[in-house]
């Protein structure tokens, strides 16, 4: 189905869930620059609210996000507290503009908080904001999910859920740090469908250590039988230098290269055959799901929760290292929780880091999120041709895009080479990739 080529996927890239990415941002934005990015929100504007909770009951091995332990009650009232005051903060700036069309929490594992707690937040969003069209979505772990959390999920109107899956295989499991048996991704699945909750997601992973095509083949089938409405199977992103709890991972078991590709190809083969739509290189959805008529109506977005069916031009991150996005920038809050608390105290945003994107940046960000999420577009608006021209070259030669006029399109073989086809359109992107992981 898809051809190897080794030497087109030897540079690390970005995911490209932003453009500028987040290794880009700079310490060169503050509380203003969030001050006025509300400011420019329009009375009717579609609003995307994210929140994170960067606590987790256990940390797993391979996990670059920002989360720490759920260990101390004192340390996750606090936060919960600061939570509200950046929430009211946001609404104060705003007053009143805005409709949100999503609501999204994600950690960390916001199961790791309270049922109760949860139900506050989500009350004082209402309080605070238009949530009248708001779709509502929650990251959870498995482990020690519950009743009182399925409750407290149809309590609120959670109507899209994310299992973090990852593999069935205990072996597996035991490598990355994550142990969870079978039969509690089962219970909470069930636990979910009870709640009301139409699309479930699975996260699953290839390119773990001591993986192979039977381990990974043995997890698909047992996600399958669990009919979850969309899965998506992301390739290991091991980069120790940068997130040191990665270390406790062996290195010399991970597969090379070659195999991840095999792996993320047999992912694609069984998921489609399956009746999944695949939706980008490693989404895939029913094809009633939003996500994947999104993908069909070619309107499927992408931002830093992945691809989505989320139209929003605006998305505001509340918590700390919670990232904001507006046409014009892109705002990060600080990821030390301290620093974080410390702005909120005070009465301003915990703006840390971020990037004021110039109209260059701009044409360049809707001309990569095209590529990745409809494999065509206009870059008429480029500069330097000649030289975009000989990036994409080696891509053209093997048959992997060709081009209309000034419009590049992507063959379906060049799925698995869409990061890397976009890289070329990034004025960012020097020799020096050490913040970014495989490109499959």
């Known amino acids: 189905?898809?051809?190897?080529?080794?030497?087109?996927?030897?540079?690390?890239?970005?995911?490209?869930?932003?453009?500028?990415?987040?290794?880009?941002?700079?310490?060169?934005?503050?509380?203003?620059?969030?001050?006025?990015?509300?400011?420019?929100?329009?009375?009717?504007?579609?609003?995307?609210?994210?929140?994170?909770?960067?606590?987790?009951?256990?940390?797993?091995?391979?996990?670059?996000?920002?989360?720490?332990?759920?260990?101390?009650?004192?340390?996750?009232?606090?936060?919960?507290?600061?939570?509200?005051?950046?929430?009211?903060?946001?609404?104060?700036?705003?007053?009143?503009?805005?409709?949100?069309?999503?609501?999204?929490?994600?950690?960390?594992?916001?199961?790791?908080?309270?049922?109760?707690?949860?139900?506050?937040?989500?009350?004082?969003?209402?309080?605070?904001?238009?949530?009248?069209?708001?779709?509502?979505?929650?990251?959870?772990?498995?482990?020690?999910?519950?009743?009182?959390?399925?409750?407290?999920?149809?309590?609120?109107?959670?109507?899209?859920?994310?299992?973090?899956?990852?593999?069935?295989?205990?072996?597996?499991?035991?490598?990355?740090?994550?142990?969870?048996?079978?039969e509690e991704i089962v219970r909470a699945t069930a636990l979910l469908r009870q709640a009301g909750v139409g699309s479930i997601n699975f996260d699953l992973m290839y390119g773990l250590p001591g993986q192979d095509s039977a381990t990974l083949s043995a997890t698909i089938d047992a996600a399958l039988a669990l009919a979850p409405e969309r899965l998506a199977v992301f390739g290991y992103a091991h980069v120790p230098h940068l997130v040191p709890r990665q270390r406790q991972i062996d290195?010399?078991?991970?597969?090379?290269?070659?195999?991840?590709?095999?792996?993320?190809?047999?992912?694609?083969?069984?998921?489609?055959?399956?009746?999944?739509?695949?939706?980008?290189?490693?989404?895939?959805?029913?094809?009633?799901?939003?996500l994947a008529e999104a993908a069909a109506a070619g309107t499927l977005r992408r931002n830093f929760q992945g691809y989505t069916d989320d139209q929003a031009e605006v998305l505001i991150g509340i918590g700390a290292s919670a990232?904001?996005?507006?046409?014009?920038?892109?705002?990060?809050?600080?990821?030390n929780t301290g620093r974080w608390h410390a702005a909120l105290a005070g009465g301003r945003f915990a703006t840390a880091r971020g990037i004021r994107r110039t109209a260059q940046d701009r044409v360049r960000a809707r001309a990569i999120e095209a590529l990745l999420c409809a494999g065509t577009a206009d870059l008429a608006d480029i500069p330097e041709q000649g030289r975009l021209a000989t990036r994409l070259l080696p891509f053209e030669t093997l048959g992997l895009v060709r081009w209309q006029g000034t419009r590049l399109l992507l063959a379906a073989e060049a799925r698995p080479y869409a990061r890397s086809i976009a890289a070329t359109l990034d004025s960012y992107r020097e020799e020096n990739a050490a913040h970014f992981s495989n490109a499959v």
């Open 1 to 182: 189905m898809w051809t190897y080529h080794p030497h087109l996927l030897a540079r690390a890239v970005p995911r490209y869930t932003s453009y500028p990415t987040a290794a880009d941002f700079t310490d060169a934005v503050s509380h203003e620059d969030m001050a006025r990015a509300l400011d420019a929100v329009e009375p009717a504007q579609d609003v995307s609210l994210y929140l994170h909770i960067p606590f987790c009951r256990s940390i797993c091995w391979y996990c670059g996000c920002n989360t720490g332990a759920a260990n101390r009650t004192a340390r996750l009232d606090g936060y919960l507290d600061r939570l509200h005051a950046e929430l009211e903060l946001v609404a104060k700036q705003l007053r009143g503009r805005g409709r949100l069309t999503r609501i999204a929490f994600g950690g960390g594992s916001p199961n790791a908080i309270a049922p109760a707690a949860f139900m506050d937040l989500i009350r004082r969003i209402e309080e605070l904001f238009d949530t009248s069209r708001a779709v509502r979505s929650v990251e959870i772990d498995p482990r020690g999910f519950d009743e009182a959390w399925a409750d407290a999920l149809w309590g609120v109107g959670i109507t899209h859920a994310s299992l973090g899956v990852q593999t069935f295989d205990p072996t597996l499991q035991a490598a990355i740090g994550r142990v969870q048996p079978a």
């Open 251 to 290: 290195a010399r078991a991970l597969p090379d290269v070659r195999t991840r590709f095999d792996q993320a190809a047999l992912a694609h083969a069984r998921l489609t055959r399956a009746g999944y739509r695949a939706v980008g290189f490693d989404h895939f959805a029913v094809p009633d799901d939003p």
């Open 323 to 335: 990232i904001s996005q507006f046409p014009d920038r892109l705002l990060q809050n600080e990821k």
